[in-house]
Every structure is written in structure tokens, then in C-alpha cells.
């Protein structure tokens, strides 16, 4: 509440020669506020990187590649072994003491609030670096801005260097941007307070219960499908909301998901910065597509096995990633072709059917209760195919499950239905949308004082 305003005083009405500077002693308090400690590892990452990636270029300027691709697979590894050591360590020695008996003691190392998130950061401009797609940055404050930047530091979207380089040493900061960037921020407030926050609640209630019908756990699959969906995507539109607020133009990280026909599709719409980190820095270099299909088929595995534990340290994750591995396998093999057949709303229900049984996956950590939940969904440990509680949870949440429905389709879709009437909606809008924005953040501060802690779910990756 006194954070972000006071942080926005100070950095418009000093000069724009210090703001980088604001920035990262902002970004450096946020981050110190929920892990003390931790600030240390993001400022020992941000120094290594910055030292690795000059070390890069000056090999290069000599015609030294092999002093450069060294350094690089030192930073990588630098990386790789920071991020493994926090997220991984105990998932590593839990599976050794159940597979040996030997009985190691956890190490029980909390996990540092947004790692993954700005570890693939710094790993991409690195690479970039050695690729020669960016020049590697002199200035130790703006990367370290970079590195630092508070509205996207915990949980995304993978903001890539390439992207903001040029805003990072000059920007421009509106009052267009400001305007435009307080109503995306306020929109994903609404996201998360409104839609993803109250149908959570009912997911809560379902994955909870003992001995339920098919269509209760399917009612509990969608409410998390969709309280995943305004959950993550709510903070990427606060996320991209802050960033042009402060002048930077982050690439969007979600295009209307559930409105795909195939699961390739829904993987171009879902987490776009994580998917275009993964095909830019591992299913690309490991062959893509262009060594054939059994070389392609295994790109993808090993693509979808790493985004799987990318996500957490749980089989069910590494569980998640081989179900989305395969299917997109069985895609590019033949169902793409029989998809492109049938009529489009039938590929509609196909995917969802599909995204929803991968998102309880997902949402399970415990195996024993992901196996139960997943028999309840096939009626094989369900109590009836529909009861009682079911009516009356759908009944309860009717209204909600609407709206999410509603909100999850492209509205620019009904726009292109309505062009004719453009005109008179654009000076609606213009009129409308202050007060839209007024509206939406008073409901959503009124919701989040009678609300308890909700924190967003992508947080603990």
C-alpha cells in the first residue's frame, strides 16, 4: 500500500541519470522484506553474470572462442548448481534414502522466492552474449536492474535481456505509459482478487473432500484450471502493468489460453516467456526439428521433462512433464493432421479435457492423493458419477464460473463480430475505462481486507 506509491514519487521526480539506480535499491528493499538472506545470492548472481558476460565478450573481440565458450559453460554451470543446491538438494537426497535406505538428513534449505525465474534470466543473456545477438552490458547498475526489477522479480514473466536492453540504458516514461500501465496493473489485481481467489476456494473444498463423485472432481479440475489461469496471468498483467509504469515494455506472457484447439496451441498461448526460453535455449540447440522425427521426438521429451522439474522438486511435476511431452509427441505424429479434420469445437473440448487432467497433476504434490483424485475423474474411485454436493457447489459457484468462462475468451474476437459500431465504442471506452479502473480497485482493495493471505501460486517456483 506505501511501497509502490512511494516508490513511483521518488523515481518520477528525480532525474532520469539515478532512476536505474532507484530502481534497484527499490527492487533490492522488496526483495530483502521477504527474504533477507537471500538478497545475497541475487546480488553474488547478478556481479557473476556481469563478470562472465564481459569475460565472453572481450574472448570474442581477441577470436578466442574457445576461453569464451568456457566461460559460458562456467556460467552455466555456476547457475545451473545455485538453482539445483536450493530447489533440489533434498529432492535428490529424499529419493536416495528411499530407494537405499541410507537414511541422509535433509538439508530443509527454504527455497529463495523467485530463483528460477531470475537464474533463466541471467542464463539467457549469457548465451546471448556468446551468440553475439546482444553486447554484453558495461554499465554494473543497469544489469543490475535488470536483474533486480521488482515487478516481474518473483514470478515472471522470464524477462530476456535482448528485450529490454535499450529501455535499460534509455527510456522514455509517459503519461501514456503511466496511464496504460496502471490500468494493466489494476486488471491483474482484479485477476487474482476477484476471479482467481474466490475459485480457489472452491478447489480448496473439493480436493479436500473424502469419497467424491465424477462430476465433483471434475467441477474441482476446472475451478483450479481457472484459478491457475487468472492466478499467473493476473501477476503478468501487474507484472507488465509496473514495467510500463516504469517505462519498460515486457513481451506477453499469455494469449487467451483456453481458447485452444490443440495442445500445441495452448502451449503457444500458456507462459510464453517460460516456452520461448525453452525453444530458444534447448529445444533449438539440441536439433529442433531439423534432424528428423525420432531426433524431434526426443528434443521435445527432454524439453518437457526439464520444464516438469523447472516447476518444482515432486515426481508429480516430473509426472506433468512427460504427460505434456507425450501428447505433444502423439500431436506432431498424427492427431495435428486428424485435429485440422473434425470440426474446431471439438478440438476446443479435446484440449481443455486434456489441460484440466494436466493441472490436477499439477496441483497434487502428494502421489497417493493424485492417484486417488485421477480415479475419482474415470469413476473408478468415485462414490456415483454425480451427488448431491456436486448441485450444490455448482449451484453456489454458478455465477463465478461463468464470469470465468466469459473472461477467458479473446474479447477481441466479439469486437471483430461488432467493427461496425468501433467508432462508438472507442468514445465509450475512452469515458468508461477510468472509471472502469477506479471500480476494479475498489472492489479488489474492499476483497483483499476481509481476505485471507492468498499468495500467488507461481511464487514458491
Not at 514470478?155 to 509517459?174: D, F, H, N
Not at 481457472?226 to 515486457?250: E, H, K, T, V, W
Not at 518444482?312 to 511431452?325: D, E, I, K, M
Not at 466469459?406 to 477481441?412: A, E, L, M, T, V
Request: hydrophobic share 50%.
Amino acid at each position: 500500500m506505501v511501497f509502490l506509491p512511494l516508490v513511483l514519487l521518488v523515481y518520477y521526480i528525480c532525474p532520469s541519470k539515478i532512476r536505474n539506480f532507484i530502481l534497484m535499491t527499490a527492487s533490492l528493499i522488496f526483495y530483502a522484506w521477504g527474504e533477507p538472506v537471500y538478497v545475497l545470492i541475487m546480488l553474488f548472481s547478478t556481479v557473476f553474470d556481469y563478470t562472465n558476460g564481459r569475460l565472453i565478450e572481450r574472448f570474442k573481440k581477441k577470436d578466442n572462442l574457445r576461453k569464451a565458450k568456457a566461460v559460458l559453460v562456467f556460467d552455466l554451470f555456476g547457475n545451473l548448481a545455485i538453482l539445483g543446491f536450493f530447489k533440489y538438494a533434498d529432492f535428490v537426497i529424499g529419493n536416495i534414502n528411499s530407494i537405499t535406505g541410507a537414511g541422509i538428513s535433509l538439508l530443509n534449505i527454504a527455497l529463495p522466492i523467485g530463483i528460477s525465474f531470475y537464474t533463466f534470466q541471467t542464463m539467457s543473456y549469457t548465451i546471448d552474449v556468446y551468440r553475439g545477438q546482444v553486447a554484453a552490458q558495461h554499465n554494473i547498475l543497469d544489469f543490475a536492474t535488470y536483474v533486480t526489477l521488482f515487478p516481474q522479480l518473483i514470478a515472471g514473466p522470464i524477462v530476456q535481456y535482448k528485450t529490454v536492453a535499450k529501455e535499460l540504458s534509455k527510456r522514455k516514461s509517459t503519461m501514456e505509459d503511466f496511464a496504460q500501465g496502471a490500468f494493466r496493473f489494476t486488471v491483474g489485481l482484479a485477476k487474482k482478487v476477484l476471479l482467481a481467489n474466490q475459485i480457489g476456494s472452491l478447489w480448496d473444498s473439493i480436493s479436500a473432500m473424502n469419497g467424491i463423485s465424477v462430476a465433483t472432481a471434475w467441477l474441482g479440475a476446472i475451478a483450479y484450471s481457472f484459478q491457475i489461469y487468472f492466478d499467473f496471468s493476473g501477476y503478468s498483467d501487474m507484472a507488465i502493468g509496473l514495467g510500463r509504469m516504469f517505462g519498460f515494455y515486457f513481451l506477453e506472457n499469455f494469449n487467451f489460453p483456453y481458447m485452444s484447439r490443440t495442445i500445441t496451441e495452448f502451449w503457444r498461448r500458456w507462459h510464453i516467456s517460460l516456452s520461448s526460453w525453452f525453444k530458444e535455449y534447448v529445444y533449438i540447440p539440441l536439433g529442433g526439428n531439423r534432424k528428423g522425427m525420432k531426433r524431434q521426438i526426443f528434443n521435445i521429451m527432454v524439453v518437457w521433462i526439464l520444464t516438469g522439474l523447472w516447476h518444482g522438486a515432486n515426481w508429480n511435476f516430473v509426472l506433468w512433464g512427460l504427460y505434456y511431452g507425450i501428447l505433444l509427441m502423439l500431436e506432431k505424429l498424427f492427431l495435428l493432421k486428424w485435429l485440422e479434420k473434425i470440426p474446431k469445437w471439438i478440438g476446443h473440448v479435446y484440449s481443455m479435457v486434456l489441460v484440466a487432467v494436466g493441472w490436477v497433476i499439477f496441483a497434487q504434490t502428494d502421489m497417493g492423493m493424485l492417484g486417488k483424485y485421477l480415479k475419482s475423474m474415470v469413476g473408478a474411485g468415485a462414490v456415483s458419477v454425480v451427488d448431491s454436493d456436486f448441485f450444490y457447489l455448482l449451484s453456489t459457484n454458478g455465477v463465478l464460473l461463468a464470469a470465468l468462462v466469459i473472461c477467458s475468451i479473446d474479447h477481441r474476437v466479439w469486437f471483430n463480430r461488432i467493427a461496425w459500431k468501433m467508432d462508438k465504442l472507442e468514445k465509450i471506452w475512452a469515458v468508461g475505462k477510468p472509471v472502469t479502473l477506479v471500480l476494479l480497485l475498489t472492489v479488489s482493495f474492499a476483497f483483499l481486507v476481509g481476505d485471507s493471505y492468498n499468495p500467488f501460486l507461481y511464487f514458491r517456483f
